[in-house]
């Protein structure tokens, strides 16, 4: 079992900056593969990040790169989402996941946080 717990979400200008932190509680957290995905209103969940769980390899939404890094403390068991240059765009409902596979499909995510709320004004 993995219980996962979002943090860091918030207001912010476009422009600006937010780290995502997502704090993970369980034995098998470092064996996982960790993602992010979002949420905006009226739309589906989409992919945002993940990474493998050792932390070598990354992934990310073309729509995100070069922007956000994913990044991972296993020995803190915590996964980060470090967000720069962010749009109004990117306003949506952040969730972080845990699963055995490291792929963009949601539903081969085992657990989920709760999912936090980012809002990024113009």
């Known amino acids: 079992q993995v219980q996962l717990v979002e943090s860091g979400g918030g207001l912010v200008q476009a422009g600006g900056s937010l780290r995502l932190s997502c704090a993970a509680s369980?034995?098998?957290?470092?064996?996982?593969?960790m993602g992010w995905f979002r949420q905006a209103p009226g739309k589906e969940r989409d992919f945002v990040a993940a990474?493998?769980?050792?932390?070598?390899?990354?992934d990310y939404a073309d729509s995100v790169k070069g922007r956000f890094t994913i990044s991972r403390d296993n020995a803190g068991n915590t996964v980060y989402l470090q967000m720069n240059s962010l749009k109004p765009e990117d306003t949506a409902v952040y969730y972080c996941?845990?699963?055995?596979?490291?792929?963009?499909?949601?539903?081969?995510?085992?657990?989920w946080g709760p999912g936090i709320q980012v809002t990024v004004s113009s």
């Open positions: 996941a845990a699963g055995d596979r490291f792929v963009r499909y949601d539903y081969a995510y085992d657990y």
């Open positions: 369980g034995r098998t957290f470092s064996t996982r593969a």
């Open positions: 990474i493998t769980w050792r932390g070598g390899i990354t």
